[in-house]
């Protein structure tokens, strides 16, 4: 349920509409700029107004701000602190703006601090957009979730949601837009979190996305709702248990991984990066000379350049390799060393021991990556424009061992790959460290 501070506030703020240092201002118990925005971004409570023939609440907002996203992010919030399982929805239209990119929204936030956790319900470019976006830690990257941006011609978003839903004893954030064709709430996207606390910020935000200019949004049917029920469907697929296998193909503890890179380059893709695997030839060509390696590994923590996942030599897990790829940096002290390694594919290969349930495998990647779990695709993603770090929900039908096929895409850029899997609590572990927890894994038989 949501926390309302019931507190009567002077008709002249009210008027002026000076909100940025934390006043209640009618349904929001605290208004103010969030980052450093420049300027003073205000809400003003409207009153009363009809919309069609409803009779409805109206809030004016003024914004500045370079964005939300980035590490940090800079905006005007009007916000409730709220606990356990809500729905914060609102419809808006812009009065002022000169940016296409300015955004306007509902979210929820950990903090009232620029680099704070979120997960909003934007819109922009007039309102053609929708779509999920979020910061899962404290000043890391922002990302977007599931589907953003809408069809050329498709309806335009007249109330945008955001929800948290508790199902099995995981939280989901979902996304949820209106268009005004009598179908309700649509689900834009349903986003798996963790460490999400009970208590957090809920209301609707504006960022003109421009340090240089303030922006105007109307809002009005700001609502609040408590234990919602998720619109969409859960975003996972089953593993059947026709898929198990009675016994694993080897005693051998570990995953074969294989890495390659094409001869020429032209169009590499994921196409390309499946022609290579499955037939040694890109464009008929075979793989450049000197750049295939195989070798089985107990983990699977691989780092060319670029980012890093969660695990490395500081938490007891230094980076390996990419077979084949890094020749002369093997063993592994120094990945990357001084180079960097583009258009190249790898696959991992092992048996993966399973429970009857749900489980979750997470992958830090850059860029693309597949999984499959006896013989579904359980997760995919495409991160052409950089690294991330994701995770892939699914469930199994039965106890038992499961083929486990996981391709990877390197263009350019960094190059890492990391699997481990997230218990329902957040804990990471890396796939097969038994020892700590970890499922276990067994390479295939030679």
């Given at each position: 349920m949501y926390?309302?501070?019931f507190?009567l506030v002077?008709v002249?703020a009210?008027?002026i509409?000076?909100s940025?240092?934390a006043?209640?201002?009618?349904?929001?118990?605290?208004?103010?700029d969030v980052?450093?925005p420049?300027g003073i971004g205000?809400?003003i409570?409207e009153?009363f107004?009809?919309?069609g023939?409803?009779?409805?609440?109206?809030?004016?907002i003024?914004a500045?701000?370079h964005?939300i996203w980035?590490?940090s992010?800079?905006f005007?919030y009007?916000?409730?602190?709220?606990s356990?399982?809500?729905?914060v929805?609102?419809n808006?239209?812009?009065?002022?703006?000169s940016?296409?990119?300015?955004?306007?929204?509902?979210m929820l936030?950990e903090?009232a601090?620029g680099?704070s956790?979120h997960?909003s319900m934007?819109d922009?470019?007039?309102?053609?957009y929708a779509?999920l976006?979020g910061?899962?830690?404290?000043?890391?990257?922002?990302s977007?979730?599931?589907?953003a941006?809408l069809a050329t011609?498709?309806?335009?978003?007249?109330?945008l949601a955001?929800q948290?839903v508790?199902?099995?004893?995981?939280t989901?954030?979902?996304?949820?837009?209106?268009?005004?064709?009598?179908k309700?709430?649509?689900?834009r996207?349903v986003?798996l979190?963790?460490?999400?606390?009970d208590?957090?910020?809920?209301?609707?935000?504006?960022?003109?996305?421009?340090?240089?200019?303030?922006?105007?949004?109307?809002a009005?049917n700001?609502?609040?709702e408590?234990?919602p029920?998720?619109?969409?469907?859960l975003?996972?697929v089953?593993v059947?248990?026709?898929a198990?296998?009675a016994a694993p193909?080897?005693?051998?503890?570990g995953?074969?991984?294989?890495a390659l890179k094409?001869?020429?380059?032209d169009?590499w893709?994921?196409?390309?990066m499946?022609?290579?695997?499955?037939?040694?030839l890109?464009?008929?060509?075979p793989?450049?000379p000197?750049?295939e390696?195989?070798?089985?590994?107990p983990?699977?923590?691989?780092?060319?350049?670029?980012g890093?996942g969660?695990?490395?030599a500081?938490?007891g897990y230094?980076d390996q390799?990419?077979?084949g790829?890094d020749?002369l940096?093997?063993?592994?002290?120094?990945?990357?060393?001084?180079d960097?390694?583009?258009n190249?594919?790898c696959?991992?290969l092992?048996?993966?021991?399973l429970?009857?349930?749900l489980?979750?495998i997470g992958a830090?990647h850059?860029?693309?990556?597949y999984?499959?779990i006896?013989?579904?695709?359980?997760g995919s993603?495409?991160?052409?424009?950089?690294?991330d770090k994701?995770d892939?929900?699914?469930q199994?039908e039965?106890?038992g061992y499961?083929n486990l096929?996981v391709?990877f895409?390197?263009i350019?850029g960094?190059?890492?790959l990391e699997?481990h899997?997230?218990?329902l609590d957040?804990?990471r572990?890396?796939?097969?460290?038994?020892?700590?927890?970890?499922s276990?894994?067994?390479a295939p038989?030679q």
């Amino acid at each position: 349920m949501y926390k309302r501070l019931f507190v009567l506030v002077p008709v002249i703020a009210l008027v002026i509409g000076v909100s940025s240092f934390a006043e209640p201002v009618g349904v929001f118990e605290n208004t103010q700029d969030v980052g450093a925005p420049p300027g003073i971004g205000s809400t003003i409570y409207e009153g009363f107004v009809w919309k069609g023939d409803v009779l409805t609440e109206q809030y004016l907002i003024t914004a500045g701000g370079h964005d939300i996203w980035d590490n940090s992010d800079d905006f005007h919030y009007a916000y409730n602190t709220v606990s356990g399982d809500v729905r914060v929805s609102a419809n808006f239209n812009w009065i002022a703006r000169s940016n296409d990119w300015a955004k306007y929204g509902v979210m929820l936030r950990e903090t009232a601090t620029g680099p704070s956790v979120h997960y909003s319900m934007l819109d922009r470019k007039d309102q053609a957009y929708a779509g999920l976006q979020g910061r899962a830690s404290t000043g890391g990257g922002s990302s977007e979730f599931g589907t953003a941006g809408l069809a050329t011609g498709a309806p335009k978003a007249k109330a945008l949601a955001v929800q948290r839903v508790t199902v099995g004893g995981l939280t989901f954030v979902e996304g949820l837009a209106d268009f005004g064709d009598n179908k309700g709430w649509q689900s834009r996207a349903v986003k798996l979190v963790f460490g999400l606390p009970d208590e957090i910020l809920a209301g609707v935000c504006v960022t003109s996305h421009d340090n240089t200019q303030l922006v105007q949004a109307r809002a009005w049917n700001v609502a609040y709702e408590a234990n919602p029920s998720l619109v969409g469907n859960l975003p996972f697929v089953t593993v059947p248990a026709s898929a198990a296998l009675a016994a694993p193909p080897s005693q051998v503890s570990g995953f074969k991984i294989r890495a390659l890179k094409p001869l020429v380059t032209d169009g590499w893709n994921a196409a390309g990066m499946d022609e290579l695997l499955d037939t040694g030839l890109y464009k008929g060509l075979p793989a450049m000379p000197g750049s295939e390696g195989t070798r089985v590994e107990p983990l699977v923590n691989l780092y060319d350049t670029g980012g890093r996942g969660y695990f490395s030599a500081a938490n007891g897990y230094p980076d390996q390799t990419f077979p084949g790829i890094d020749p002369l940096e093997v063993p592994a002290a120094d990945p990357a060393g001084g180079d960097d390694d583009g258009n190249f594919a790898c696959e991992v290969l092992g048996c993966i021991q399973l429970t009857k349930g749900l489980h979750i495998i997470g992958a830090c990647h850059d860029d693309d990556i597949y999984i499959k779990i006896g013989g579904v695709l359980v997760g995919s993603k495409n991160t052409w424009d950089g690294g991330d770090k994701t995770d892939f929900t699914f469930q199994v039908e039965a106890d038992g061992y499961y083929n486990l096929r996981v391709r990877f895409l390197e263009i350019g850029g960094g190059a890492y790959l990391e699997l481990h899997e997230v218990m329902l609590d957040g804990t990471r572990i890396l796939l097969n460290d038994v020892a700590n927890g970890g499922s276990a894994v067994f390479a295939p038989a030679q």
